[in-house]
Structure formats: structure tokens, C-alpha cells
């Protein structure tokens, strides 16, 4: 079993930065070197949408065309620790952000993530 908990959720203005955060654990104890790790977002009256995700032992990473030169997808080994870096934040943006996982594979759609954490809200104004 795979636990996530999302955070560093905010109101921000247009332009600003935001850092998110996917503590990772596992029932077992048991690393995450054979995960992969994503970000999806859901806007209000809007499907859920792939944002980034990362390979957790080659640190390959993907990412949506919308957030591509402005997101950055991490991940922290001693912290079991998945981090989302938004820069030049823009009121599109503003959705809640869920962290998600899955055993090996780089996927943008979430029904192939079977682990889902809680979400934050992420607010951009303009």
C-alpha cells in the first residue's frame, strides 16, 4: 500500500513561484526505485489533466505542453519526497493538484495511477 500526502498549496499572484510537495510512503517500508511518480491537476468544471511526472531511478521525467519550460518535476530519495516547482505561475494554473503514483512506466493518464494522494489547491490570481 502506497500512501501520498500533497502539500505547499496556496494563492498566488500571476507570475509568482510554488513549490509542491507528494510525501511518499509505503506500508512496507519498501523503496520507491520501482515508481514512477506524476502530477495531475483538476480545474473547476474541467477534467483531471496530466501535469509531469518522473521515473523514480533514472529520473526520466515528461511533461504536459501547458506547464513544459515553466514546471519542474524532483524527486528527493532520503525524503521519499516528489516536488513539483512552478515558476511564471498563471491564473490557468489555479486547479488542485494531486499527486499520484504507479509501478513502473511514464504515463499521462491517470486511470493507469492506481495511488492517489488528497490534493491542494493551488490558486493563481491575476
Known amino acids: 500500500q502506497v500512501q501520498l500526502v500533497e502539500s505547499g498549496g496556496g494563492l498566488v499572484q500571476a507570475g509568482s513561484s510554488l513549490r509542491l510537495s507528494c510525501a511518499a510512503s509505503?506500508?512496507?517500508?519498501?523503496?520507491?526505485?520501482?515508481?514512477?511518480m506524476g502530477w495531475f491537476r483538476q480545474a473547476p468544471g474541467k477534467e483531471r489533466e496530466f501535469v509531469a511526472a518522473i521515473n523514480w531511478s533514472d529520473l526520466n521525467t515528461y511533461y504536459a505542453d501547458s506547464v513544459k519550460g515553466r514546471f519542474t518535476i524532483a524527486r528527493d530519495n532520503a525524503k521519499n519526497t516528489v516536488y513539483l516547482q512552478m515558476n511564471s505561475l498563471k491564473p490557468e494554473d489555479t486547479a488542485v493538484y494531486y499527486c499520484?503514483?504507479?509501478?513502473?512506466?511514464?504515463?499521462?493518464?491517470?486511470?493507469?495511477?492506481?495511488?492517489w494522494g488528497q490534493g491542494t489547491q493551488v490558486t493563481v490570481s491575476s
Open positions: 509505503r506500508s512496507s517500508g519498501r523503496t520507491f526505485s520501482s515508481y514512477t
Open positions: 499520484a503514483a504507479r509501478t513502473w512506466g511514464l504515463r499521462i493518464v491517470g486511470n493507469e495511477y492506481p495511488y
